[in-house]
C-alpha cells in the first residue's frame, strides 16, 4: 500500500512534498518520461516506490489546482520558447 504524502503549494506556486527533496512537476517529469517507481528509488534514493506512487497516484486522480498548475507550466515553456 502506498504511504500518504503531503503534497504542498509553496508560495512561489509550485507544489512540493513534506520530506521530499523533489517538486511534484519533476516527478511527474520523470514518470512521464517512463520511469517506474522502482527504478525512480533506485535513481533518487531520497524518494521511496511508496512515495513516488503516491505522489503519481494524486497526479493521476487530478485535482483542479494541479491541472492549472501544469497548464500554467506549459504554457509559460512554450511562450518562452517562442517568443523571446
Known amino acids: 500500500m502506498a504511504q500518504a504524502v503531503s503534497l504542498i503549494r509553496r508560495a512561489d506556486g509550485v507544489f512540493s512534498s513534506t520530506g521530499m527533496p523533489l517538486t511534484l512537476g519533476s516527478i511527474v517529469h520523470e514518470f512521464n518520461d517512463g520511469a ?21 497516484a494524486y497526479y493521476l486522480h487530478g485535482s483542479r489546482a494541479v491541472a492549472d498548475y501544469f497548464f500554467k507550466q506549459a504554457l509559460f515553456f512554450f511562450i518562452q520558447s517562442n517568443f523571446c
Open 36 to 56: 517506474t517507481p522502482a527504478q525512480f528509488e533506485q535513481d533518487c534514493s531520497s524518494v521511496t516506490m511508496s512515495a513516488f506512487s503516491s505522489v503519481i
